[in-house]
């Protein structure tokens, strides 16, 4: 298993895994930055996972929490989006205030001989708010199994990584107060999903 741990040495590189900060996309490319289906306010850059299909890029709204359904994959209140990783550079909301988390944190990975996500980061020598997640394996559902299907060809989704709210209360990622957040996608599709419980 990949445990993603908490490595804030790591700041403004723009194709690893890292959380807060600014998104990226493609050099001299136009991205629009993603807005709410409900409230159509801007949403907030969460962090970036870099896989086998690029950088993906995770926002959720969180102009008003709970009201917006930010933690289904299917209710246009996140989304995430997929770079290729090839010239990146950083770009930025309209409103900074609302769109960017006041953190920026990297990751560091390591490999576990463990199997199951939950005794991995139970048995995690350090400080257990340092394990930010995990990368591919198999999700460990709080609420039973969520895993969305691709739009484009329809099979079930690709699991990529399990996150934690952060190592830092006062600048976590809003997924309830103690969620998990849980991040699919689907190389066929060339499409990523976003869901988190509690």
Do not use: H
């Not at 804030?8 to 991205?31: D, H, R």
């Not at 001989?113 to 708010?129: M, P, T």
């Amino acid at each position: 298993m990949q445990l993603l741990i908490n490595d804030s040495s790591k700041s403004n590189i723009l194709s690893e895994t890292s959380f807060g900060g600014l998104p990226v996309k493609a050099m001299g490319k136009k991205l629009e930055w993603p807005t709410c289906k409900t409230c159509k306010a801007e949403m907030q850059y969460q962090g970036k996972i870099k896989t086998d299909l690029g950088v993906e890029l995770i926002f959720m709204c969180n102009n008003n929490p709970g009201m917006c359904e930010e933690w289904d994959a299917k209710g246009g209140g996140n989304k995430v989006l997929i770079v290729e990783e090839k010239e990146l550079e950083f770009f930025e909301p309209l409103n900074a205030e609302l769109a960017l988390r006041k953190t920026e944190y990297g990751a560091t990975i390591i490999e576990t001989d463990e199997v199951d996500y939950d005794k991995a980061r139970e048995n995690w020598k350090g400080n257990r708010r340092e394990v930010l997640g995990q990368l591919y394996g198999e999700p460990s559902w709080i609420q039973g199994d969520e895993t969305p299907a691709c739009d484009c060809c329809k099979k079930p989704m690709r699991f990529v990584a399990q996150l934690e709210e952060g190592p830092d209360y006062r600048t976590a990622m809003n997924f309830g107060g103690c969620g998990v957040a849980y991040i699919f996608d689907c190389k066929e599709g060339r499409s990523a999903k976003f869901l988190w419980q509690t």
